[in-house]
């Protein structure tokens, strides 16, 4: 029942430990070299390119071997029990290698430092550095400090930190596709979660350096931005805090401020030929205004991931979701009619504290309604400290929990069975990411609501980051299978 905590096939949060070097391979000129493994969510991915940045102007190039790293970090994520155990597993491997090779040094950075602080030192003997995600700036005197045989430790909050004015540097990057944060920390207080804790204050970053980096991406050749926050739909830079110019009229007003939907636009508009997608939305932040922009342009992708929770009302006020069942079945109601081609996709908790077998009922039933696409579905695991720690008991056995979370997992696959079975025959705009993982004599790339498609080469000549006319003859299930109809 192992495999259930985390069934969806190819979510951020699946990308477990990948190791990251540039994609150009130029850390030969480099006199020292990092290794780092990113664990979580799409923002520990991002943010680990913030980190290479930092790290390669301080002389440091990136490495995918192990033996010839100097500094090994560990991006980490706490979001639930499961995840804070694969790291601290992974952690026992590099004890032993800094057992035979003394003179390395071991970082833990992310949301398990920001959770565990210098506890973690204790705990986790021989790791030298404890750094949260607001102190990555600090990275090169922690390393230096750690150098000297000190525990080096920041996990200093902030609100205003966004990393706004670092270049990342594109890890394991197809060239193709690159994420783009736009806003830093979380205000919801979901009470099963722990980011608002590891991540600290919502913080929006500036409109113009996010146009700025994507623009940079597209010159550079890259076809695809996904706008990263937690909450993306509660972006906001006031016109106050624009640069003088910015906004019309001699007054800063309200309609001068940069919403979500205004930034969604602005990025849109960088050219035609550059995809954009975004992601997460809470389903009480997503606003009408966001849907009619989507619809607008054509080059932002038709695909919403707005995870439900729960589908009973009672267990979402305890969730501090602060949406109805009926609420969020109306928000899906209103997506299908503005887009009634856009995907839509969830993510489910099954056994919260004090949840029914009716409670239960009510997730599958909302399912069943929401036609997700697709799902990533986990059971309820409590984390310390969080509004349901202190307030809820953790009272679903972990049996149950399973059972249900097994219910709700052979749910997703029928509806994703049908929801790739209703795509057959319709012809879509494939952007071509590289070739497919089983043969290149194929292309592999996504339609605009987030389904991968699959199809042979056929002799046209077609490249990485062209977009392609495809044609939909079968699926697997969980992709698409296709055969080119034109470009
Ligand atoms: N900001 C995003 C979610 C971030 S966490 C949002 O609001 O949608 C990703 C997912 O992990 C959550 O949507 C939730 O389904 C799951 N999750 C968070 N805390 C959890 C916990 N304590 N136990 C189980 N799943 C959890
Ligand atoms: Fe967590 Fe809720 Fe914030 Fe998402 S919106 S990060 S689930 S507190
Ligand atoms: Fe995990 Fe932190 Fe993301 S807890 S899900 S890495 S914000």
């Given at each position: 029942m192992e495999t259930l905590e985390r069934s969806s096939k190819v979510h951020d949060e699946a990308r477990q430990g990948e190791t990251?070097?540039?994609?150009?391979?130029?850390?030969n000129q480099f006199k020292k070299k990092f290794l780092i493994e990113s664990y979580g969510c799409a923002m520990n991915f991002a943010d680990s390119e913030i980190v290479a940045s930092i790290l390669n102007s301080e002389?440091?190039?990136?490495?995918?071997?192990?033996?010839?790293?100097?500094?090994?970090?560990?991006?980490?994520?706490?979001?639930?029990?499961?995840?804070?155990?694969?790291?601290?597993k992974r952690l026992t491997e590099f004890r032993k290698l800094k057992t035979a090779r003394p003179g390395i040094l071991v970082g833990v950075l992310g949301c398990m430092a920001e959770r565990l602080k210098s506890n973690l030192l204790e705990e986790e003997k021989l790791v030298d550095m404890v750094v949260g995600p607001d102190a990555y700036r600090t990275l090169p005197d922690l390393i230096e400090e750690a150098g000297t045989g000190q525990k080096a430790?920041?996990?200093?909050?902030?609100?205003?930190?966004?990393?706004?004015?670092?270049?990342?540097?594109r890890l394991n990057s197809n060239g193709i596709t690159a994420f783009v944060s736009i806003m830093r920390g979380c205000n919801n207080m979901c009470s099963f979660c722990v980011v608002p804790f590891t991540r600290g204050r919502e913080r929006s970053r500036d409109a113009q350096s996010i146009i700025a980096e994507c623009k940079d991406l597209f010159d550079k050749g890259f076809?695809?931005?996904?706008?990263?926050?937690?909450?993306?739909?509660?972006?906001?830079?006031?016109?106050?805090?624009?640069?003088?110019?910015e906004f019309k009229g001699s007054k800063a007003s309200d309609a001068d401020a940069i919403t979500f939907a205004k930034l969604l636009e602005m990025v849109?508009?960088?050219?035609?030929?550059?995809?954009?997608?975004?992601?997460?939305?809470?389903?009480?932040?997503?606003?009408?205004?966001?849907?009619?922009?989507?619809?607008?342009?054509e080059n932002i992708c038709k695909y919403i991931h707005l995870p439900v929770q729960s589908g009973s009302s009672r267990i979402l006020q305890l969730m501090n979701r602060t949406y109805t069942r009926e609420w969020y079945m109306a928000k899906v109601n209103r997506i299908r009619e503005i887009m009634p081609d856009c995907g839509i996709t969830s993510d489910?908790?099954?056994?919260?504290?004090t949840e029914t077998e009716e409670d239960h009922l009510e997730t599958l039933d909302m399912m069943a309604y929401s036609r997700y696409d697709m799902s990533y579905m986990y059971f309820y695991s409590e984390?310390?400290?969080?509004?349901?720690?202190?307030?809820?008991?953790?009272?679903?056995?972990?049996?149950?929990?399973?059972?249900?979370?097994?219910?709700?997992?052979?749910l997703q696959n029928r509806l994703s069975q049908q929801s790739y079975k209703a795509d057959v025959g319709k012809t879509y705009k494939v952007l071509i990411e590289g070739n497919s993982k089983r043969s290149e004599e194929a292309w592999s790339g996504k339609t605009s609501h987030s389904k991968v498609l699959v199809f042979a080469k056929?002799?046209?000549?077609?490249?990485?980051?062209?977009?392609?006319?495809?044609?939909?003859?079968?699926?697997?299930?969980?992709?698409?299978?296709?055969?080119?109809?034109?470009?």
């Open positions: 990251f070097a540039p994609f150009k391979n130029d850390s002389g440091f190039g990136a490495t995918r071997n192990v033996e010839e790293a100097d500094l090994i970090l560990l991006n980490t994520c706490s979001i639930r029990e499961k995840a804070e155990q694969t790291i601290r430790v920041n996990v200093l909050l902030s609100r205003d930190e966004t990393y706004a004015d670092i270049s990342p540097i076809k695809e931005v996904t706008l990263l926050g937690q909450n993306v739909d509660s972006y906001y830079i006031a016109a106050s805090a624009q640069p003088a110019g849109a508009l960088i050219s035609p030929e550059l995809r954009v997608r975004f992601s997460t939305s809470h389903p009480k932040d997503i606003t009408d205004d966001v849907l009619y922009v989507m619809a607008r342009y489910i908790i099954s056994g919260f504290c984390r310390p400290g969080t509004l349901a720690a202190r307030r809820y008991q953790d009272d679903v056995p972990l049996a149950i929990k399973k059972r249900r979370l097994d219910e709700i997992v052979k056929q002799g046209f000549d077609f490249k990485k980051g062209d977009y392609a006319m495809v044609k939909v003859t079968s699926t697997t299930g969980g992709t698409l299978i296709g055969e080119i109809a034109g470009s």
